[in-house]
């Protein structure tokens, strides 16, 4: 049996955009194979935060920000997360805080509570404030540098 050029063609045509498909889900840090658990974090000050940012538990990256909305009832932004440890569970009394390093690129960093009862997927975790970052202190003090400086 002889398989046709268009065949051929066609066959891996579709191979190539399935491996373009999974290779840019893989360059941004999403793994579309391995599903994990979809939490929300509230927050109205997001600066700095990026899609495929870091989740962080105890500095350990435990998943990625999927997507960040604007709720225009509330006025704030919610951020989806993507926790891709399965073993992990978030007590109910667990605290969601926006933190930024020295480099200015702003995480998620989760802090767990001591509840005996755990969040499902798709429950909001508390918090979201922004907390002040290592140079937010220093602000002042480069605006005054700036204003002695010709």
């Excluded at 579709?14 to 579309?32: C, M, R």
């Excluded at 109910?92 to 802090?111: E, F, K, N, P, R």
């Excluded at 499902?120 to 922004?130: L, M, V, Y």
Aim: neutral net charge.
């Amino acid at each position: 049996m002889k398989i046709s050029n268009e065949f051929k063609i066609g066959f891996w045509t579709i191979i190539a955009i399935l491996v373009l498909v999974f290779g840019i889900q893989y360059l941004k840090g999403i793994n579309s194979l391995r599903r994990g658990q979809f939490y929300y974090v509230v927050s109205n000050n997001v600066e700095g935060l990026a899609n495929s940012g870091p989740v962080k538990v105890n500095g350990f990256q435990v998943g990625l920000v999927r997507s960040m909305t604007y709720d225009k009832a509330s006025g704030n932004i919610v951020v989806e997360v993507n926790l891709e440890e399965s073993s992990l569970k978030i007590p109910t009394d667990s605290h969601a805080s926006i933190q930024t390093d020295l480099l200015g690129t702003s995480y998620v960093v989760i802090t767990l509570g001591k509840a005996n009862t755990y969040l499902q997927s798709r429950d909001t975790i508390a918090g979201g404030e922004k907390t002040a970052g290592l140079l937010d202190g220093a602000t002042p003090i480069i605006a005054s540098v700036n204003e002695i400086m010709p």
